[in-house]
């Protein structure tokens, strides 16, 4: 019977310590990827003007388009010309 405790025991610490990393990817890791893909997407689908060129941060402004041709938004993208 104690072996068989001590292997619930085990079953337990490793499920929790599953639950936590789980938590810990969804709540921390996981948020700031998403913004990486978001950003590196929408960068691919814009407009730049090359005048507005900014040499100290390599970024140039752009405007995003969404699916229906509207001008969604204003970002900075990193420039590649």
Not at 21 to 50: E, H, M, R
């Amino acid at each position: 019977m104690r072996e068989a405790t001590g292997e619930l025991n085990i079953t337990v610490v490793v499920v929790t310590l599953v639950a936590v990393l789980v938590a810990f990817f969804y709540g921390v890791i996981w948020p700031n990827v998403k913004g990486g893909l978001s950003y590196t997407q929408n960068c691919n689908n814009v407009v730049c003007d090359s005048k507005t060129y900014n040499r100290a941060t390599g970024k140039v402004k752009c405007k995003y388009y969404d699916n229906k041709g509207n001008a969604a938004k204003d970002i900075e993208c990193s420039w590649k010309g």
